[in-house]
T-cell receptor, first 114, second 114 residues
Framework: SQQGEEDPQALSIQEGENATMNCSYKTSINNLQWYRQNSGRGLVHLILIRSNEREKHSGRLRVTLDTSKKSSSLLITASRAADTASYFCATDPDSGGGADGLTFGKGTHLIIQP | NAGVMQNPRHLVRRRGQEARLRCSPMKGHSHVYWYRQLPEEGLKFMVYLQKENIIDESGMPKERFSAEFPKEGPSILRIQQVVRGDSAAYFC????????????FGQGTRLTVV
């Protein structure tokens, strides 16, 4: 099942602006991951944030996690045309030692206008 | 539509044994992708197959790993002579058109090598 729900489904901004995407989920998690998928390519792992972390940075990416609200956001600063892609969040559930695997949202399609 | 079905969900193998992971794509999907998730890491692409053809195996380890997607039946990811480092979650995705477009993910198979 696709537990994560990305919001918005599509986002179009001008190059240089910041892009923010949100993800909500339903169950307790060990970690939450963000992925990018360029057209015609496979998923690329961007960043992983653990349930005991609140914020994480990687280059122009900033991810926040609010476990009380069961939500996460991905911020891409100073966007570039090459950032045009679909972005997915995936949750690694806290299943008490079980193995439920990652569940993915449907993605946010980001378009950067030159 | 039952979605992408992977089995088994959990697989335990002793070192040196063979592991076979199965993936039945969604109805109407002829493109299959395998990913591996090592503990506490993100997904990494392994191989992309279309019926009876390997399209891209750039992420497959050079030895012991093979994949097939026969004309009839599920896609199989085969790991020969498993080692502890093969312990991971293996995810399969399928799509109706090529090159990762509109891919849907299965729940994954958790392989544990003891």
């Amino acid at each position: 099942s696709q537990q994560g729900e990305e919001d918005p489904q599509a986002l179009s901004i001008q190059e240089g602006e910041n892009a923010t995407m949100n993800c909500s989920y339903k169950t307790s998690i060990n970690n939450l991951q963000w992925y990018r998928q360029n057209s015609g390519r496979g998923l690329v792992h961007l960043i992983l944030i653990r349930s005991n972390e609140r914020e994480k940075h990687s280059g122009r990416l900033r991810v926040t996690l609010d476990t009380s609200k069961k939500s996460s956001s991905l911020l891409i600063t100073a966007s570039r045309a090459a950032d045009t892609a679909s972005y997915f969040c995936a949750t690694d559930p806290d299943s008490g030692g079980g193995a439920d695997g990652l569940t993915f949202g449907k993605g946010t399609h980001l378009i950067i206008q030159p | 539509n039952a979605g992408v079905m992977q089995n088994p969900r959990h697989l335990v193998r002793r070192r040196g044994q063979e592991a076979r992971l199965r993936c039945s794509p969604m109805k109407g999907h002829s493109h299959v992708y395998w990913y591996r998730q090592l503990p506490e890491e993100g997904l990494k692409f392994m191989v992309y197959l279309q019926k009876e053809n390997i399209i891209d195996e750039s992420g497959m380890p050079k030895e012991r790993f093979s994949a097939e997607f026969p004309k009839e039946g599920p896609s199989i990811l085969r790991i020969q002579q498993v080692v502890r480092g093969d312990s991971a979650a293996y995810f399969c995705a399928s799509s109706p058109t090529g090159y990762f477009a509109e891919a849907f993910f299965g729940q994954g198979t958790r392989l544990t090598v003891v």
